[in-house]
């Protein structure tokens, strides 16, 4: 699964379980390539700012959002209009 390869994680059984689709689904990360490897799969991405990329590199690879404070990820997904089903 491509999705499986470019983020090298082992998401199948959950996305499998409830029934998503990568486009129903957020991928949160602090690097570029994070953001780069979630649109290869056309995942939506949060980049925090905290972590191994500044907030001025995330931004210019443009994540679908940013947050600059954990409780932010929540709020993000809140307010996400493909929001359907927590995991």
């Known amino acids: ?14 996305r499998a379980e409830q029934k998503l689709d990568a486009k129903d689904c957020w991928y949160i990360g602090d690097e ?9 799969v056309k995942m939506n991405v949060i980049a925090v700012t905290w972590g191994y990329n500044n907030a001025n590199v ?10 600059f ?3 932010e990820i929540i709020e993000a997904l809140e307010l996400s209009p493909k929001r ?3 995991v």
């Open 84 to 86: 359907k089903k927590t």
């Open 69 to 71: 404070e954990p409780a």
């Open 32 to 40: 570029v390539n994070d953001i780069k490897a979630a649109k290869r």
């Open 58 to 67: 995330l931004i210019k690879k443009k994540p679908n959002k940013i947050v």
């Open 1 to 14: 699964d491509i999705l499986h390869r470019a983020l090298g994680i082992d998401h199948l059984p959950i």
